[in-house]
Structure formats: C-alpha cells, structure tokens
C-alpha cells in the first residue's frame, strides 16, 4: 500500500501586482490568520476566508486555489519575517566579531525571533500549522534549512573552519531548538516565555560553547 501524501496545490495562482488586487490579497491572508485563531485549522475554509474578507469565493480562486494554499502563503510570510531577524544578526557580523559575542547574542535573537512571532495575528497557530499539517510542513523545514545554511556559513567564516556536515548539523540542531522553545514560548500560558526564552539560550550556549571554542582552541 503506498503511503505518499496526495500532492496538494500549494501555490498562488497570481501574484498581486496593482494596489487594489494587493489589498485583496493582503485582506485574504489577514482573514485567515484571524479564522485560525477563532476556529482552528480544521474548520478553516475558502467560504469562511472569503466572507472574512469580503470578498466572493471565485475572487479568493484567482489568487488561491484552495485553503492549504492560503495557509502556505501565511506559513511563508512569517517564516520570511522570522528569518529577517537571523539575517539582521548575520549582517551584524564582521571582523570584529568573536565567539564570545556571538554566545552572547543568542537570547536576543530568540527574544527577537519570538516578538515577531507574537506581533504577528495568530502567529502561534500559524506555526502549529507548518508543523502539524502534512502538505504545509515543507515550508517550515525549507525556512530551517536556509536559516541553518546561513548561520553554519557565518560561523565557517568566523573559525575559519571548513564548511561540513557535520557543522551543518549541529547549526541545525540549534536552529530548531530555538524555534521549539519560541513554540512553547508562544503556546504555553502556563509558563514564562521570558524564563523559557532565557534558558533554552543558556542551553543552546553550553552546547555551541563546546563546538566553537574547541574549534578556535589550539590542540596541545
């Protein structure tokens, strides 16, 4: 029995040029992120988007066609904002820059990571939803994997190490452990996202300390 995902079409079918059709587009993807607050992914619909919106289901149709690929375009525009905020970080980076400053700089940018998370209407479902709904997962994971290209690029070039798998794997593993405590940060009342915030980048600095100082340490 085959267990490949029935392929869903995630792209727009246009992209807003004009001033009118990008307010309608803008209002379609405001709309959603409204409805998934209110009633959640599973109830989400073009019928319920569109009357959000007011507009009419066939003008939802010629940008979108169909929810999953409403929800894609959302996922995608946070994950750009997101990732600006790891770009802001790296451009900061120069010459001067040392491991030290880097490991310092760690709860700023998951703090930064997480207010636009916040500022963002239903920032939290919409996150929940690039993890939790199959056809929308590889938008998630593509952001991850650029970020982590990105930021194991900049630390080659600071240690003047040899870009590897094996850096690449433990940017990795940072990466998405930062998004996973903005996750609980974000989903959990329960706890402090400040103290949440503050220890996952103590944790992610024991644990890069280990990899970047060993690199720039000389061997005995």
Same mark, same amino acid.
């Given at each position: ?9 995630? &792209?727009?079918?246009?992209? +807003? ?18 409805? &998934?607050?209110? /009633?959640?992914?599973?109830?989400? @619909? ?23 690929? !409403? ?5 995608? $525009? ?13 451009? %900061?980076? %120069? ?5 030290? @400053? /880097? =490991? ?9 990571? *997480? %207010?636009?998370? =916040? ?15 199959? +056809? =929308? ?5 593509? $952001?991850?994997?650029? /970020? $982590?290209?990105? !930021?194991?690029?900049?630390? @080659?070039?600071?240690?003047?190490? +040899?870009?590897?798998? /094996? ?11 930062? *998004? ?9 009342? @329960? ?24 690199? !720039?340490?000389?061997?005995?």
């Amino acid at each position: 029995m085959s267990t490949a995902r029935p392929h869903v079409e995630l &792209l727009e079918k246009n992209k +807003p040029r004009q001033a009118r059709a990008k307010r309608t587009y803008d209002g379609i993807l405001n709309a959603a992120a409204e409805l &998934l607050v209110e /009633v959640g992914v599973e109830r989400i @619909s073009t019928n319920l988007i569109a009357e959000r919106a007011g507009i009419t289901v066939p003008a939802l149709y010629r940008y979108f066609p169909n929810k999953y690929s !409403v929800l894609n375009a959302l996922g995608a $525009s946070l994950m750009d904002r997101q990732n600006e905020v790891f770009q802001l970080w790296l451009d %900061d980076t %120069d010459e001067s820059t040392t491991v030290e @400053s /880097v =490991l310092d700089d760690l709860y700023r940018v998951l703090k930064e990571t *997480y %207010d636009v998370t =916040l500022n963002q209407v239903g920032g939290a479902q919409i996150m929940q939803c690039l993890r939790a709904v199959g +056809p =929308l997962q590889e938008v998630r994971l593509e $952001s991850h994997r650029i /970020v $982590s290209a990105e !930021v194991a690029a900049a630390i @080659s070039a600071l240690l003047n190490r +040899p870009m590897d798998m /094996v850096l690449g794997l433990q940017v990795r593993l940072a990466i998405d452990i930062g *998004y996973s405590a903005i996750e609980m940060a974000l989903e959990d009342e @329960s706890l402090s996202p400040e103290n949440i915030l503050r220890q996952c980048a103590l944790m992610l600095r024991l644990y890069l300390q280990e990899i970047l100082v060993d690199s !720039v340490t000389p061997k005995p």
